[in-house]
């Protein structure tokens, strides 16, 4: 990757973790800035034919699914393809610490496991996508006759 797309990389991944630190290490939970949003969102998912018993849980595990797929592509960029399980274990530890802090200093919020296991997953969607993208780059590549590392 040559520099200027290093740098622009970077500055997502610090954009990305500074929103998660942010969403994650206030002292409360920002629900109550969009409350309105939230529950729109889950009465508007209610109307989905079977969805009619989604909860507020629900959705929290979704957004905590959503918020690292970016992060996961993210840091396998950062750290490259063939290393998909540095980028995962950089993506679980940034959640594991986000975790911690939530339990050590903030008692108005609720550290889980299961929302390391969340962001997990969603970081694993964002390393797969990467690898996809990859792929697919590669064989145009090579169908395009332009079979130099890419």
């Excluded at 290490?25 to 998912?45: F, G, N, S, W």
Aim: with cysteine; net charge neutral; glycine share 10%.
């Amino acid at each position: 990757m040559h520099l200027r797309g290093r740098v622009i990389v970077v500055a997502c991944a610090l954009l990305l973790i500074g929103g998660i630190l942010y969403l994650t290490l206030t002292p409360e939970p920002p629900d109550h800035l969009l409350k309105v949003a939230i529950d729109a969102t889950i009465e508007a998912v209610r109307l989905i034919p079977g969805m009619s018993g989604f909860t507020y849980d629900a959705l929290e595990t979704f957004a905590n699914v959503a918020v690292f797929v970016p992060v996961g592509a993210v840091f396998a960029i950062l750290i490259g393809a063939s290393r998909w399980w540095g980028a995962l274990g950089a993506s679980l530890a940034l959640s594991a610490v986000v975790e911690l802090a939530q339990l050590l200093f903030l008692p108005a919020r609720t550290a889980s496991l299961a929302d390391v296991l969340a962001n997990g997953i969603g970081a694993g969607i964002g390393i797969a996508l990467r690898a996809v993208f990859l792929a697919r780059r590669r064989a145009r590549a090579v169908s395009a006759g332009d079979d130099h590392e890419i």
